[in-house]
């Protein structure tokens, strides 16, 4: 049997100084077909050297290098003779670094604009003069640094794109991540293959490959338990690792109380007809609805959600015997929101599944998602065979509608929850013509208005309505659903759903904003 690839050897980095799209960059260059990490632009030289990286991505970020505390990168990253490639931020603290000007500039680029070769080079190949790219900086080079050419200008950009004359360090002062830059990805893909001189290891089928292997070397003859909860994460991890050791995997299903309405029957029916792994069903509702009775701080909730989740299979775990691991569905997106190592951004939330899990457990965690963006684990559970139904399902997160339930959680206020998020899903998330839609849900909002219903006054609840559009869950933005559709289901939630008078629609994006209100 031939050793699985092992994409880890071409592994990128990209070092984060706090730009909203780092994320992004990361994402593009594992479509590309290769593996990168992020990692806090203060990362030690001795860490980038034991990680052997085929070349090295500086992001964006909000500072100004002219600033006396502007966060800055260890100096010998330029002298390990890897590919470097600054973008924006990037650019301006190469150009600092070897002792070229930056300062303000009298007029801030931002938006659209169109550059223009100066020299031909293997990182612009494909780009023609006056071709778009995307703009978003004040500060820019007054001077170049010595040793450097000049590769592209823009009309208030001079040094749009530069390179070291004797080495592998560049720098734009553009965005090729985003998509405003149409041959953004044909950039990067210059910078990754011809300048990095990467084969493209990274593909869902290696990876399918390595994380079995990976999963057996690791578990050995122990057991695994997996906590399933009928969502794309887990699905994919109950797969991947039954494929990697069988019967040593016993799936748990936990019932918390705050599903939504009929999920329990729709779990159980697709596991046990479609995937045919074994399922045991853990019916804990009042457990957890009496853990979380009076709780009204989203973070509590989501730490008592966690460690009862963790009690519960911890026990079943005794019941099965030799069980050492808990396979679950953590995401790249999750460590990166749920820890603030990643870079200098602050800590955003805890997700039960990283940030709201108890210190000490007696289980070890077994993650082999961990690594990958929502739409690359869709990508892998087509490669492992799941049904579309289950791979398209929309992301609902672990603490369920606790955190869509703003403030106390009661069984009462559940009910008008469950009943209208129903209604919700009826309207949108099993239309077919909504299919590019990421999330759409319901929040029941802890004040009460009135309201004229059959010519009497009402004192109820108000449900806000909450679609986004994204691909990933890092940013996202609100769906413009037609005015028939938004009626439809504002009508049918007041008129269905008793206890409820008001119905409004979100429309803040994220960022600011975050998908979920809790």
């Known amino acids: 049997m031939r050793e699985p690839m092992d994409y880890h050897k071409e592994t990128v980095l990209i070092l984060d100084f706090g730009s909203q799209y780092t994320q992004l960059i990361a994402r593009k260059v594992r479509e590309l077909g290769v593996y990168c990490e992020i990692y806090p632009y203060h990362i030690d030289l001795q860490k980038v050297m034991s990680l052997n990286p085929k070349g090295i991505i500086l992001s964006g970020g909000p500072r100004s290098v002219t600033e006396s505390d502007a966060p800055v990168c260890d100096e010998g990253i330029f002298s390990l003779n890897i590919p470097v490639l600054g973008i924006c931020y990037g650019l301006q603290l190469i150009a600092r670094f070897f002792k070229g000007k930056v300062d303000k500039s009298v007029k801030r680029e931002y938006g659209k604009a169109h550059i223009f070769l100066d020299e031909a080079d293997r990182l612009l190949e494909g780009v023609r003069d006056g071709d778009v790219v995307w703009m978003s900086h004040q500060d820019k080079i007054l001077k170049m640094p010595k040793g450097f050419k000049t590769l592209a200008h ?297 309201g004229v219903m059959g010519d009497e006054r009402t004192y109820a609840n108000v449900i806000a309505l909450r679609v986004v559009e994204s691909e990933d869950a890092m940013t996202a933005d609100w769906a413009r659903i037609p005015y028939e559709i938004l009626d439809a289901i504002a009508r049918r939630i007041i008129n269905e759903v008793s206890g409820v008078n008001r119905v409004v629609y979100d429309i803040s994006s994220k960022p600011p904003s975050t998908i979920e209100w809790e």
């Open 154 to 450: 823009s009309d208030n950009s001079p040094y749009a794109a530069i390179k070291v004359v004797d080495g592998k360090i560049y720098g734009v002062q553009f965005h090729p991540e985003v998509h405003h830059t149409p041959k953004g990805k044909r950039i990067l893909k210059n910078f990754l293959y011809k300048i990095c001189r990467v084969k493209g290891l990274f593909s869902p089928k290696s990876f399918v490959e390595l994380a079995i292997d990976n999963i057996r070397k690791e578990v050995g003859k122990g057991n695994v338990i997996c906590a399933l909860s009928g969502g794309v994460d887990s699905s994919v991890v109950a797969t991947l690792v039954h494929k990697a050791i069988g019967e040593k995997l016993y799936c748990v299903f936990v019932n918390n109380g705050v599903l939504r309405k009929n999920e329990v029957q729709e779990v159980l029916e697709a596991f046990k007809d479609k995937l045919h792994i074994n399922l045991k069903y853990v019916n804990a509702e009042d457990m957890f609805l009496n853990a979380l009775k009076g709780v009204r701080d989203p973070e509590k909730k989501r730490k008592i959600i966690g460690k009862l989740f963790i009690r519960i299979f911890e026990e079943e775990a005794e019941k099965l015997g030799d069980v050492r691991y808990l396979a679950q569905g953590t995401l790249y997106p999750d460590v990166i929101e749920s820890t603030s190592f990643k870079g200098p951004s602050a800590t955003i939330k805890s997700h039960h599944n990283v940030g709201g899990l108890p210190k000490k457990m007696k289980l070890k965690l077994l993650e082999p998602l961990r690594e990958l963006f929502k739409d690359e684990v869709r990508i892998v559970g087509k490669e492992l065979g799941i049904p579309d139904n289950i791979i398209y399902r929309q992301p609902f997160p672990g603490p369920g509608l606790a955190i869509r339930i703003i403030g106390n959680v009661s069984r009462e206020r559940l009910h008008i929850l469950k009943e209208a998020d129903s209604i919700i899903r009826d309207e949108i998330e099993r239309n077919g013509r909504f299919k590019h839609i990421w999330q759409s849900f319901a929040i029941l909002i802890p004040v009460k208005t009135v």
